[in-house]
């Protein structure tokens, strides 16, 4: 239930292209002028790119990739012996850490929410469609009515740092939230060292701080959400001006695959098993942490367009942009109203 992110580097600006882009130029430094250090690199199967003024110009590539390889023991299913690996294999003796059962505290909230649209239960649906756990065959249909009942958030607790199941055949799917939670983890790693000027991007999901290199807002742009499952076609929507908030866009027009003619997206809704039919193409939410961002984001796509504006009013300092098709198969847009002041004209 993830989107793929990547970063291209043209002529001195950085695009970050997969739902975001991020726009930004270096200035020649001045003798009074602290230098942006900008680290990219690799982590829960997908890049990230952190650029930030430290007071010192100290550069923090070395601790940014310790905190990335704890957070992968934890929550990474990519990596066999994380926490979250060894919950889905049933070992017995792992106990959950302080990242999973705060992952796991705001997944709780968001499906109560949104009344199970988002559940990290999916698991097991996720892995029948062919969209994880090392499932990538998409040659046939499967039986949602046998999986539906391993499904559901009610289905699972934290004891004495112990995840209960009521079946051991649940898959815990935290792929919807972890990547939001990470950059909030570097976020606070960066403000921990002194950066009051940064901008966090990991798989697209973005934390910022301050102002960029030209001393302005950081520039994000929304990509049209255009079917490429090569993640190569990057057309931008609209350039957003933000900072100090966390941004994420989820789709459903980069991962996905045709059977029998109908196209499959790998957005799931987790109540009836099926993937996401509707006129919704791409949702972009700005909250005060990017773990909220990106769990709402992804409910977003699942619940529609009339429902997610509904939810996004309700809660505190979350604004949303909807792209969506309208009856004669064109694109339109809307958006809540505190969305605007992000709009650039």
Known sequence: MK????ILIIAGVSTIAIACVLYFSFQ???DDVIEYINNTGETQGTTYSITYQQPKEVDLHDKIEKRLHEFDLSLSTYVPQSVISRINQNDPTIQTD???EYMFKIAKQVSEHTNGAFDITVGPLVKAWGFGFGNSDHSKIPN??????LVGFHKIRIENHKLIK???RILIDANALAQGQSSDIIAKLLENNGCKNYMVEIGGEIVCKGKNPKELNWRIGIDKPIDDSTSTINEIQTILSISNCALTTSGNYRKFYYLNGKKY???IDPRNGYPVVHNLLS???IAPT???ADAYATAFMVIGVDSTLKVCKSIPNMECYLIYTDKEGKNQVIYTEGFKKYLTK
Do not use: R, Y
């Open 283 to 285: 949702a972009t939410v």
């Open 166 to 168: 009521d079946d051991p």
């Open 144 to 149: 949602v009515k046998e999986i539906l009942p």
């Open 3 to 6: 989107k793929k992110a990547f």
């Open 290 to 292: 990017c773990i909220q």
């Open 265 to 267: 997206a790998h957005e």
């Open 98 to 100: 302080a990242d999973f």
């Open 28 to 30: 020649e430094k001045e």
